[in-house]
Structure formats: structure tokens, C-alpha cells
């Protein structure tokens, strides 16, 4: 009997699983491994995020260098080499990132399973500290003493709306890792901001949109962590207050009748409210006793409007030399920095940089003044007059929700006043200018062209790491938002799909629309252009299903002034060869030898079909030749090349598909049959993507989740010549190589960590792949022949050999495991060992054998040997076994609702007028076998059965413990 417990959600992983998330503990260093895929540079910042930007030069300009978030991974940036340090280890979307005093440590936290913090030596890049598992679900805000001694962390909310938030202290120095203060945070508001009080790490601020909480210790005598949210209403005020943003602590003015350090929360409508000790509550004292509050606690004194839009930073600042007075730094969504004093007047503003709104404030750490806070001296001046002497702050770097980061010389406005100073302001770090939905490679140049959500089209060279030149598809939104793109196969234009149907031809140097057609009332998902010499035909596929041909006219050149563009493409016709419900997931150009151009499309629905490009014209319209059966996630041609290891008839063009049940198929595009099949890499679910790389000798291969991936060619189905890795926290989006394969680049999707907004550049080293596969080949080898699977199967395989020669016979045995067996045994060799193949599954077996000898021997096949009867079991059996949830959704398709039970008679008819058929001897033979000599398929089956009911009495699955 079978348990249900045997079957997965997620097969085992498989290869050499480089996940970022292999971590080691305390604080060893991460080893630095030569891998076959190395993060080389990740373009782009994680630049909604607030403080997502840590500025780590020095104040002599001497070391000039940012550590930013990008997605799931920490960059530091060095400015004057132009070169990046990444901190890899998260397998989430980082949400924070704080520094110490001196910056020779960042702290990084991310949301999601598995989270964990992490110090980093930011000389070294090597981590000092980490905490796993800091929170169910991650960590949403965090804050670090100047010193690095201690981290406040706010838990990311879960999933289910009404759960609790945890606010926890952790002193860094202590052993083990337990917070020494806990608090929960009342249902009702998420608390996104927390901020430590510089005098005092057990005293806190976290706020949300609505409710600002104030934290202190009760230690020694507890561990808890007692709190009060003072209320805030616009009757207090006589005017509306904004959702809250940040928070920070800020000097009181000299002579105030409250403490020596208040609090401020910028809001959404651009204003702060000030927090104090001391005066009457909002509300009254009735009110004040409701929230929690005591008589010195703090409370909403005043609001204040300092920007036009929501404030989005708050933090302070002391002199350049780390001396003087303290001042309150903010930033807004309008893109402005302000200083202010103590009684909260302004004192210098950084007005008009034209690079999106503000997102992160970050100065030298010389001068940052994030220790104790006091209130200003005599020098400030008193009562209402202006302050005196000239602004000081330490130069600093701002960065912007448009993936911008500037550095900004603060005596500048001293000096020349705000408009110089935003003038001569440093464009230091330029990211991605509009979050990525699709990218394409130039076919001989390191260009990358990318298409942004927002309608923005631009290329980037990846070797100069500059954008080339960007242009708005979408004219200031009046027209359809791009949603494909394609370079010509000789680099002399680049054809763009658009969500609205359309397809445009854009001159490659200036991204300049030289011809525009609408086609079709569906949106483009595919753009794909031929690669024979002439570049003569372009095919599109779109989401209803249909496939588009167009003829090219030679290369797409912006026309000069004056003259008319030449017409780029001609549309041809299309042919619906797939449906709208299962749209196309592969679609490729291959050119073959005498002039001969082949075309293939793959759909969600398990079409594979192949097109005739030269026949179809104006006239006839696009010519549907064959159609053969798969369930394909994704498609891309097989080099022809001439491998004496390949077991596929050399000269035919074939076409590899990879499926939702983790198999590589390849096909001959002929005929459209299977000729071989493999099990392809398995973590990260089917492959979507599929790129052959260096002369076709690897596979470079994408995932929808999480993960990218190199495999060596021809594939064998052996785990050890494949690896993957954790590419992007969540989806990946799109993935393509460099023209000379030395390159992958990735983009995330999805709501992780700033999708689209990253793009990670791997470098390529597949001489690391091939030598750990032959490294791994021997020792697979023997750890198997040691395995109790590969005992049975020899078992079973040298049985057959017995029974092939007669159970009776008087003859010399000869069954050893170095023989062979007739083919008609392998079916039932099959079935011995769990694997019940269709007679569909078992023609591609025969044909695959078949084709493999006929390119060595030319003879067909009537015997297998061992090995190759152990490779067929594991390439073609199942990765996920039969389970509960697929006997439910069979029982579904015969119009069962959950738990309900379907007729005998309806059964019946499925099993034998569906799909593989099964005569009614064969049912009645498995019902004798089951229940003894006599018995019918009526005996097994009663006349109503549940899909529990087949699985635990007819096909003797043990029922799951609850």
C-alpha cells in the first residue's frame, strides 16, 4: 500500500544547487567559491524603499562609496572605481538597511520564510553577525546604535491582516540569539518606521499610517517592553493630519519646558508632528489615560508644514566636523531637502533636483551625528530671531524613488545658494529608469534594451554600464505600453510589440519609431526575428493565441530630415494555432541549411506546431503544416552541430521543450515526434526560459520562481551537469544572454523587493560546470551501485534476463547485470519498479532507443543493456507520484464537487473511452489480481465511489493522519 504522504508539492532539488540562502552561522565568513554563474553586477536599486541608500565615503573624498539595496542583495558601490561589492545571503526582498557612526559595518534584514539579519564588514564584505529567523516573516523596519552594539527590529506583518506585530531589542554582544526586550504591537496599524532614542537603546518610536507608538524597557524587573500611542485628532489641531510616514528623534530647543530630545513623524500631506514630554494632552486627560499615557509621557504639541508633498525622510545631522548644532533633515515625495534647527525654522534647502522624489539622506560618517542628542547652545540665538552664522553639515548623498543617487557638496549653499548647489549636484549612481518588463541583447554589441512598465524604452551597455539612449514609447502616455521586444539577427533594428496589438520598428542607435501597425486587438507577448543571412522574416505571438508572420525589409534606420522612412516590415497573416485560455510559451527562428528557415510555436495548451514561412504570403496567410502533442512551458531550437556524444540524428532541426512535469523533450521538428527525453532541473518549478549558450555546448535556463540556471548539452537527465541559483527573490520576469554567451541577465517581477527595478548581470563560467560534473560522475556511480533502489533494479533486471531465456530451461544461466534484455521486457521492468509508462509513454521510449541506435549502428534495437535501462526509469518516470490531490482533481473532471461521489457507470466510461482506453477484460483481469480468481471491475468498484474512497479501497493508498 501506498501512503499519500509520498507525494510533493516541490521535487527534490537536483545538481549543484548554488542558493545564495547556503549560509554558515555566528560569525565565520561565508566562503567565496568559483561558481559556473557569479552575480557580476546588479543594475539598478531597490529606490522606494526609505534609507535604502548608506553613503560610506569619507569626508576628504578620499573613499567614495554607497551601499544600496538591490532586490535581495546589498551592493556596495565604490564611485571613483566604478566597481560593486555584493553581499549575498538573503533569499527574501531586503527591507532595511542601517549602518554604524564610523560605517565599518551595514546591517541588512529581509521579509519573508527564512529571513535572517545580517552584519557586514564593509571593508571585507564578509559577514560579523547574523540572527536567523528573526521573525516569523521577516523583518519590516530596523534601526541600529551608533556603535553597533544593539538592533531594534519591527516584524513585517504576516499574511492574514488582524496578526500581531513583534518589536524586538537585540543586544549584539550577548550570547545567543534571543531579544533582550519584546513588545507586541497592537492589531489595527502596521508599523512600518522604527527609530531607537540616541540616548537610550531602551526607548523606541515605531509608527504606521495612523498611530505612533512610544517604547521604554521596564528591565530589570521585566523584559517587556511597555508602550503608549498618544491620540491625534484634527479637532487638536484645527486641520487634517495626513497618514503618518517616518519618525525620528530631534533636540529640543533651548530653554523648552519638555525633555531634552523630542520626536517628530512626518505625514503624507507634508507636514511633521512634534512629540513632547510635559503640557495637556490632546483630548484632555480623560483621553490621555485611555491610550496608556502618564503624565511625562509624550504627546502631539504642534504640526508643521514643511513640504509640498509627503514627507519622506526624517533624520538629524550635526556640523561638518561632527560638532556645532544638530540639525533636523527631511526629505519630500516633490524631491526636496530641507535643514532645520531646533525650533524647527529653516536653515538650508536643497530644492529642485530633478531625479524623483527623495528616499534616502545618507552623510559622511565622519560627521554623521547620530549619538547623543542635546539641545543647542547659546550660538543658536534665543527667542523668535533667526540663527546666526553660516550652515553647516557634512556633504551627503540623496537618492530618489527614479533610481537616481546624487552627491551634493552641503557649503555649496553657503556659498552660491541652493540653485548651485542643486546645479552642481553629482548624478553618482543612475539606475534603472523605469522598472524592467522585458529585455533583449544586441546580437553582436554589449547592448542590453529593455522595456519599462511605464512606456520607457532605453539601451545599456553592460561594459561601460551606462544607458546609450532612452526614448517614451508611450508619448507622455497616449499611446499602448510596450510589452516585447526583439532585435534584428544582425543588430540593425529592434521590433517592439505593444500591450495594444501593435508592432513597432525602432531604429537600434536612436530608438526612434521609423514604422508602426496595429495587427492584432491583443496584446503582443512575443517578438521573435529569423536568423538567416538576410534577417528576412519577423513572427510574433500574442495573448489569443494567435502567431503573426511579417517579412522584413532590410535594416530599420531613422530616415533624415526631410526624406520619408523606408517600410521596415510587411505583415504577412496570422494563424490562430493555439487558444486564448493557453496562450504561446515558445516561439523560434531557426535557419537550416540551404536557404531553408524553420518555424516553431508551443502553447500552454500542449500544441506544438510548425509553420511554412516561404509558403505563406499576403495572399495565403501563414500555413499550419503540423501539429504534435506536449504541455510545454517553454521552447527554443537545438543547435546543429555535429557532437559525437549526441544521441539525435545529426542535420535535422530539432527543437527542445521543456514541460510542467519537469521533462526536456526533444523533437524532431520534421516530423514532430519525441525523439528523447530527460528530466530537466527541478527546483525552482518547470522552466520557462531556455537559451543555448557558447556554441550551443550549455543551456542557460530561467524558472518562474526565484531561480536561474546553467545546464551542459546535450542533456542526460544526470543532476550533476546541471546547477541553479536564487536569482531574484520572487518572480523571474525575463532572462536573455550576451551575443558571445559570457553573460545572463535576469530581471525580477511580481510585488518582491522592487521587481523590475533590478537587473542582475551573471557572469558565465561554465568550465566550473563541466569540471564538477566529471568530478560528481564517478562518485554518483558508485554511491548508486551502493543505493537499495539500484540493488533492486538489478534484481529485477537480471530476472528478466531469466525469464527471457526460460523460467524452465535447462541451459547454462548467463543473467549478470552486464547483459542485456529483450525490449518486450522493459515494460514490465518498468512496472516492477513503481513506474507504470502509457503505451503513448512507452512508443517515445522505443523511438528514442531506436533513434540513438540508428546514429551509431544504423540497426534497430532489440535489446537494452542495464545502464541505459536505469537512465530511461529516471528520465522518464514521474517526478511527482500519483497523490490525493491528482485522484481529486480526476474525480473533478468527472463532475465530482469535493468529497462527493461519482457512479459506477461514469467511471467505467472514462476508463474505458478516455484516453489510453482499457478494454473490460483488462479492468476485470485487475480486479481478479486484486481480489481473487472470478472477480469483475463491479466487485472492486461500488456503484457510487468518492475519489477518497478509489484511493484508499481500489488503488490501496494509506489514508493520511490528520
Same mark, same amino acid.
Not at 863 to 883: E, K, M, Q, T, Y
Given at each position: ?26 560569525? *565565520? ?142 543586544? =549584539? ?299 517614451? =514609447?508611450?508619448?507622455?502616455? *497616449? ?79 531613422? #530616415? ?177 544572454? #550576451? ?65 527471457? *531465456? ?102 467505467? *466510461? ?19 489480481? =486484486? ?32
Amino acid at each position: 500500500r501506498t501512503s499519500f504522504r509520498t507525494s510533493s508539492k516541490r521535487p527534490e532539488s537536483r545538481g549543484t544547487f548554488l542558493a545564495p540562502d547556503e549560509r554558515s552561522g555566528g560569525t *565565520q565568513p561565508w566562503p567565496t567559491m568559483t561558481q559556473a554563474l557569479s552575480l557580476e553586477w546588479a543594475y539598478g536599486f531597490s529606490s522606494s524603499l526609505s534609507g535604502s541608500v548608506v553613503n560610506l565615503s569619507t569626508p576628504d573624498g578620499s573613499v567614495r562609496k554607497l551601499c544600496y539595496i538591490a532586490a535581495h542583495t546589498a551592493v556596495i558601490y565604490d564611485c571613483n572605481t566604478r566597481t560593486q561589492m555584493v553581499l549575498q545571503g538573503h533569499c527574501n526582498p531586503i527591507t532595511c538597511l542601517v549602518a554604524t557612526e564610523d560605517r565599518s559595518v551595514v546591517a541588512t534584514a529581509d521579509a519573508g520564510p527564512d529571513s535572517m539579519i545580517v552584519l557586514w564588514n564593509v571593508a571585507t564584505g564578509q559577514p560579523v553577525h547574523t540572527i536567523s529567523s528573526p521573525h516569523a516573516n521577516g523583518v519590516a523596519a530596523m534601526d541600529l546604535t551608533p556603535d553597533g552594539t544593539a538592533i531594534v527590529t519591527v516584524s513585517a506583518a504576516a499574511p492574514a491582516a488582524a496578526a500581531e506585530q513583534e518589536v524586538h531589542v537585540w543586544d =549584539l554582544g550577548a550570547e545567543g540569539d534571543e531579544p533582550v526586550l519584546a513588545g507586541v504591537v497592537p492589531e489595527g496599524d502596521v508599523q512600518t518606521c522604527v527609530r531607537f532614542h540616541p540616548n537610550s537603546t531602551g526607548e523606541l518610536v515605531t509608527n504606521g499610517k495612523q498611530r505612533v507608538f512610544f517604547w521604554s524597557s521596564q528591565m530589570p524587573l521585566s523584559r517587556e517592553l511597555r508602550y503608549y500611542s498618544p491620540p491625534v485628532s484634527a479637532r487638536d489641531f484645527k486641520q487634517t493630519v495626513g497618514d503618518f510616514t517616518v519618525s525620528a528623534f530631534t533636540p529640543s530647543a533651548p530653554g523648552s519646558k519638555g525633555g531634552t530630545v523630542r520626536c517628530v513623524t512626518g505625514t503624507a500631506d507634508g507636514d511633521i508632528v512634534v512629540w513632547d514630554s510635559g503640557g495637556v494632552a490632546p483630548g484632555g486627560a480623560a483621553a490621555a489615560a485611555a491610550a496608556g499615557m502618564r503624565a511625562n509621557d509624550r504627546r502631539a504639541i504642534k504640526i508643521l508644514r514643511i513640504h509640498h508633498a509627503a514627507v519622506t525622510f526624517l533624520s538629524t545631522v550635526a556640523g561638518a566636523r561632527g560638532t556645532g548644532p544638530t540639525h533636523l533633515v527631511s526629505g519630500g515625495a516633490e524631491g526636496n531637502v530641507r535643514f532645520f534647527d531646533a525650533k524647527f525654522r529653516l536653515v538650508a534647502w536643497f530644492d529642485g533636483l530633478a531625479g524623483g522624489g527623495i528616499t534616502s539622506v545618507s552623510f559622511t560618517p565622519a560627521a554623521t551625528h547620530n549619538g547623543a542628542l542635546d539641545s543647542f547652545g547659546d550660538d543658536e540665538g534665543g527667542g523668535d530671531a533667526p540663527p546666526t552664522g553660516g550652515f553647516d553639515a557634512p556633504n551627503f548623498v540623496v537618492g530618489t524613488d527614479a533610481s537616481n543617487v546624487f552627491a551634493v557638496r552641503a557649503a555649496t549653499f553657503e556659498e552660491s545658494g541652493s540653485a548651485e548647489a542643486i546645479r552642481t549636484a553629482e548624478l553618482v549612481l543612475e539606475g534603472t529608469p523605469d522598472a524592467v518588463t522585458a529585455m533583449a541583447t544586441h546580437p553582436s554589441q554589449p547592448v542590453l534594451a529593455c522595456l519599462g512598465a511605464g512606456g520607457l524604452a532605453w539601451t545599456w551597455n553592460y561594459t561601460t554600464r551606462a544607458v546609450d539612449v532612452k526614448r517614451d =514609447l508611450c508619448h507622455r502616455g *497616449q499611446g499602448p505600453k510596450p510589452s516585447a521586444l526583439c532585435y534584428r539577427s544582425d543588430g540593425r533594428g529592434i521590433l517592439v510589440g505593444t500591450v495594444g496589438g501593435g508592432l513597432k520598428a525602432l531604429d537600434a542607435e536612436t530608438l526612434a519609431e521609423v514604422q508602426v501597425m496595429r495587427f492584432t486587438p491583443h496584446r503582443v507577448i512575443r517578438v521573435v526575428v529569423s536568423d538567416d543571412v538576410k534577417c528576412s522574416h519577423a513572427a510574433v505571438a500574442d495573448s489569443g493565441g494567435c502567431v503573426s508572420l511579417f517579412r522584413l525589409h532590410g535594416p530599420i534606420v531613422e #530616415a533624415a530630415e526631410g526624406e520619408e522612412a523606408h517600410r521596415a516590415f510587411e505583415f504577412l497573416g496570422k494563424h490562430r494555432a493555439h487558444s486564448q485560455s493557453a496562450p504561446v510559451c515558445g516561439l523560434a527562428f531557426q535557419a537550416g541549411p540551404e536557404g531553408t528557415l524553420e518555424l516553431v510555436s508551443c502553447g500552454e495548451e500542449g500544441r506544438l506546431c510548425r509553420f511554412d514561412v516561404f509558403g505563406s504570403s499576403v495572399e495565403g496567410g501563414v500555413k499550419l503544416l503540423d501539429v504534435g502533442g506536449a504541455v510545454p512551458t517553454s521552447l527554443t531550437f537545438l543547435p546543429r552541430i555535429v557532437d559525437n556524444h549526441s544521441r539525435v540524428q545529426q542535420g535535422r532541426a530539432t527543437v527542445l521543450v521543456a514541460d510542467d512535469a519537469f521533462k526536456l523533450r526533444t523533437i524532431d521538428v520534421a516530423t514532430l515526434t519525441c525523439v528523447r527525453t530527460v528530466l530537466g532541473p527541478t527546483f525552482g518549478g518547470p522552466l520557462s526560459v531556455m537559451v543555448p549558450v557558447n556554441g550551443g555546448a550549455h543551456l542557460a535556463y530561467a524558472t518562474p520562481d526565484k531561480v536561474v540556471g546553467l545546464a551542459a548539452l546535450p542533456l542526460d537527465g544526470d543532476p550533476a551537469r546541471a546547477m541553479g541559483l536564487i536569482a531574484h527573490p520572487g518572480e523571474v520576469a525575463s532572462t536573455t544572454a #550576451a551575443f558571445d554567451g559570457s553573460t545572463i541577465f535576469t530581471v525580477g517581477g511580481g510585488a518582491a523587493g522592487d521587481a523590475g527595478n533590478v537587473v542582475n548581470v551573471w557572469a558565465v563560467n561554465a568550465a566550473v560546470l563541466d569540471a564538477n560534473a566529471s568530478a560528481a560522475a564517478g562518485d554518483t556511480a558508485r554511491r548508486g551501485a551502493e543505493g537499495e533502489f539500484y540493488r533492486e533494479a538489478r534484481d529485477y533486471f537480471m530476472y528478466s534476463q531469466l525469464r527471457a *531465456q526460460g523460467e524452465d530451461s535447462t541451459a547454462a544461466r548467463t543473467a549478470h547485470a552486464d547483459g542485456r534484455v529483450p525490449l518486450e521486457e522493459l515494460p514490465l521492468l518498468m512496472r516492477a519498479l513503481g513506474h507504470y509508462p502509457s503505451e503513448r509513454e512507452l512508443e517515445d521510449m522505443f523511438r528514442e532507443l531506436a533513434v540513438e541506435a540508428a546514429g551509431v549502428t544504423m540497426v534497430a534495437p532489440t535489446s537494452v543493456g542495464f545502464d541505459r535501462f536505469i537512465a530511461l526509469f529516471v528520465n522518464h518516470r514521474p517526478v511527482f507520484g500519483v497523490g490525493k490531490d491528482q485522484i481529486e482533481e480526476a474525480f473533478e473532471a468527472l463532475g465530482a464537487e469535493l468529497g462527493d461521489a461519482v457512479p459506477r457507470d461514469a467511471l467505467l *466510461q472514462a476508463l474505458t473511452g478516455s484516453g489510453e482506453p482499457m478494454s473490460a477484460e483488462e479492468l476485470n483481469a485487475a480486479a481478479a489480481a =486484486l481480489l481473487g480468481p472470478g472477480a469483475t471491475i463491479h466487485d472492486l468498484i461500488p456503484a457510487e465511489i468518492t475519489a477518497k474512497g478509489f484511493a484508499e479501497d481500489v488503488l490501496g493508498f494509506l489514508p493520511v493522519e490528520a
